[in-house]
């Protein structure tokens, strides 16, 4: 089984971040990234976000 889906680059950064909604939306309108996914934790932050950036796909999710 791959480790990685076949369309992402081998290594991808996984930001924790405080506000990765913000970032998400700071990367999408100033850096053209493009949205892929995002999963909401209980209190609405966000549990696991993913952009792609040209070739690279940046995962985020909020500090816990």
């Known amino acids: 089984m791959p480790f990685k ?5 081998s290594a991808s ?3 924790v971040v405080e506000g990765a909604q913000a970032t ?4 999408v309108e100033v850096f053209g990234a493009v949205r892929l996914r995002v999963v ?3 209190t609405g932050g966000v ?7 040209d070739d690279s796909v940046l995962m985020l ?3 816990v």
């Open 40 to 42: 909401r934790n209980d």
């Open 5 to 9: 889906p076949g369309d992402y680059p």
């Open 61 to 63: 999710s909020d500090a």
């Open 24 to 27: 998400i939306d700071f990367l």
């Open 47 to 53: 549990a696991h976000g993913e952009v792609r950036l």
């Open 13 to 15: 950064p996984y930001l």
